[in-house]
C-alpha cells in the first residue's frame, strides 16, 4: 500500500488526484494539505475519518510514502521542501519552481536522503511533444513556443512551455536574432535562452502547446491538447508508483516511463 497525501486538495487538480488515490487499490489517503482550509473535519470535505486534514506546516505530518503536490506556484516550494524535510517523496505537479529553487531542493534531496519527482506535465502527449520537439530542433534550431491555457492559470509562462524552451535550448544552436523594436512591449513574448514563449489565456481552454519550427522554404508544428484534467491522472499514477525508484529529486515523467 502507497500511503499518499495531497496538497492543494481542495483545487482543480486536487480533487481529481484524491478521487484517483481513493478508487487505486494500493493506494492510500492519509492526509490532505491545504493552507487555506480552516475546517479540520475530514467529513466536511468528503474525506474517510482517518485523513489528517491539515493546514500549517508547522505540524507533524501523518506518515506518508508519496506527498503529490497540485497547490500554487507560491507555495509549491516550501511544501516540496517540507515533503523532502519528512522523508516523504515528492511528486510535484505544481507549475512555478524557478531553477533556483529546483537548486535548492536538490540539494535538500541528497541531505534527507530522500528521493523525488517534479513534472513539468503527467499528459502523455506533452511528454511526447517534448522528445519530438528536442529531436526536431537538431534540424531547425528556429523554434518558437505558444502555450494556451484556461483563464484560471496563476502562473506564465507554462511550466511545460520553459520545460520545452529549456530542452530545446540543450540541443539547439543558438541562432543570432535581429535587433527587434517591439512597438508594443511583450509582442515578441518571453524568452528563454534566445527561445520565445507566447502565453494565450482563454475561457474554454484546458492546457495545450505547440512547438513551431521554421527552416529554408518549410515548417513544422508540433502540437498537443488536453482536453480535460483527467488526461493527467494516467501519468500521476505512473509517477506515485515509480517515484520510490529513484536515487534522487528528478525532472521529467519520461524518467520513469518504460
Ligand atoms: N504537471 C501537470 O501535469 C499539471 C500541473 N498543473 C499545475 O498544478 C497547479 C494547480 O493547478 P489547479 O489545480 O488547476 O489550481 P487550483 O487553483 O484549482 O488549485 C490550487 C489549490 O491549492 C490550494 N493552495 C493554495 N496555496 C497552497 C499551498 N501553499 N499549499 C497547498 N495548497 C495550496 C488552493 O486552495 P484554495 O482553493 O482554498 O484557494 C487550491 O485549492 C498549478 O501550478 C498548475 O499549473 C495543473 C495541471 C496539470
Ligand atoms: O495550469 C494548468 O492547467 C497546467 N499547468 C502545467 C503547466 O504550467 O505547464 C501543466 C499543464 O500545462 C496544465
Redesign the pocket.
Known amino acids: 500500500m502507497i500511503k499518499v497525501i495531497v496538497?492543494?486538495f481542495?483545487?482543480?487538480?486536487?480533487q481529481k488526484t484524491v478521487n484517483l488515490v481513493q478508487k487505486t487499490a494500493d493506494f492510500k489517503l492519509v492526509g490532505v494539505?491545504?493552507?487555506?482550509?480552516t475546517d479540520l473535519k475530514p467529513q466536511t470535505y468528503g474525506l474517510a475519518s482517518e485523513v489528517q486534514v491539515f493546514n500549517t506546516l508547522k505540524t507533524t505530518p501523518p506518515v506518508a510514502d508519496v506527498w503529490i503536490d497540485?497547490?500554487?506556484?507560491?507555495?509549491v516550494f516550501?511544501?516540496t521542501k517540507f515533503a523532502l524535510q519528512h522523508h516523504i517523496k515528492p511528486v510535484v505537479?505544481?507549475?512555478?519552481l524557478s531553477d533556483q529553487h529546483l537548486n535548492d531542493l536538490k540539494e535538500t534531496a541528497q541531505a534527507e536522503n530522500t528521493a523525488g519527482l517534479i513534472?513539468?506535465?503527467?499528459?502523455m502527449s506533452a511528454v511526447l511533444l517534448m522528445k519530438f520537439a528536442k529531436e526536431a530542433a537538431k534540424y531547425f534550431p528556429d523554434v518558437e513556443v505558444i502555450e494556451m491555457h484556461h483563464e484560471?492559470?496563476?502562473?506564465a509562462p507554462?511550466?511545460t512551455a520553459i520545460s520545452t524552451a529549456k530542452q530545446l535550448s540543450e540541443v539547439r544552436q543558438t541562432q543570432a536574432e535581429p535587433e527587434v523594436k517591439e512597438t508594443l512591449k511583450g509582442a515578441r513574448g518571453a524568452d528563454y535562452n534566445g527561445v520565445h514563449i507566447h502565453s494565450v489565456r482563454l475561457p474554454g481552454y484546458v492546457?495545450h502547446e505547440q512547438v513551431l519550427f521554421g527552416g529554408e522554404g518549410e515548417a513544422l508544428t508540433i502540437r498537443q491538447d488536453s482536453f480535460n484534467?483527467d488526461s493527467?491522472m494516467t501519468?500521476v499514477a505512473i509517477a506515485v508508483r515509480k517515484v520510490g525508484t529513484l536515487k534522487e529529486l528528478t525532472v521529467g515523467l519520461e524518467n520513469v516511463l518504460s
Do not use: I
Not at 93 to 96: A, F, I, K, L, P
Open positions: 496538497a492543494g481542495r483545487g482543480s487538480m486536487g494539505y491545504s493552507p487555506e482550509v497540485f497547490s500554487t506556484p507560491s507555495g516550501e511544501n505537479g505544481t507549475s512555478g513534472v513539468p506535465n503527467f499528459g484560471d492559470k496563476l502562473d507554462s511550466g492546457a484534467r493527467f501519468g
